[in-house]
């Protein structure tokens, strides 16, 4: 089975990165686009044998499953004349619905919108996901997908971009949290990583409670 991922932004290398570390691709089951070469760098340092390409056609033939990691102005563009019928698109694009993917498909395939945190390239994320026309098995196969970066959870499409805010804007306001307890811990003498520490443990204490 291999991948596509089309983007290598900031939450496309994330997932690259999530997956290559992962048991359901090999690394050189996993290819990544971009139309800067440039974004490939770190990838590719850590992860040699992951494809990249600045081809989207070329780099989408073969793929079993299409990743859709762009800025959502590019959309249009990006998704014409890149489908088969065999294929499963997954959007991880802030933004776009369920069916405006598929007007631009124009074709009867799988569509999955998904919305990951930046945790999942530390494989902590939980991933927001929705679909339409697909069958159980290829559900369970997207979940096992993003469960390599953490957890999932099913949602109607509707409710997603609320929910997001409590799954990656929450990621950034617990960061502020920690932000602001380090800096009241190197007022009162401790230093910033002992102080970074005790913030960190005190959030991961907190979940474990919850």
């Known amino acids: 089975m291999k991948i596509t991922i089309i983007g290598a932004g900031h939450i496309g290398s994330a997932i690259a990165t999530c997956l290559a570390q992962g048991y359901i691709f090999n690394e050189k089951d996993i290819t990544i686009t971009n139309q800067s070469p440039d974004k490939f760098d770190l990838l590719t340092q850590r992860f040699p044998a992951i494809h990249t390409s600045t081809d989207n056609k070329q780099a989408t033939a073969d793929a079993d499953i299409i990743v859709l990691a762009v ?49 999942i390239s530390e494989r902590s994320s939980l991933t927001l996901i929705s679909s339409r026309g697909a069958t159980e098995e290829q559900k369970e196969l997207i979940s096992r997908i993003f469960e390599e970066g953490g957890k999932c959870m099913f949602l109607d499409e509707q409710k997603l971009d609320v929910a997001s805010t409590f799954t990656s804007s929450g990621v950034a306001f617990a960061l502020k949290y920690v932000q602001a307890a380090m800096q009241a811990g190197i007022e009162l003498g401790i230093s910033p990583q002992d102080a970074m520490l005790m913030a960190a443990y005190g959030l991961e204490g907190a979940t474990e409670l919850l």
Do not use: W, Y
């Not at 369920?98 to 990951?116: D, Q």
């Open 71 to 119: 800025n959502a102005s590019n959309v249009d563009n990006v998704l014409s004349s890149l489908f088969s019928s065999e294929q499963i698109l997954v959007s991880v694009v802030a933004g776009i619905d369920i069916i405006h993917l598929a007007r631009l498909v124009k074709r009867e395939i799988p569509i999955f919108r998904a919305i990951p945190n930046m945790a």
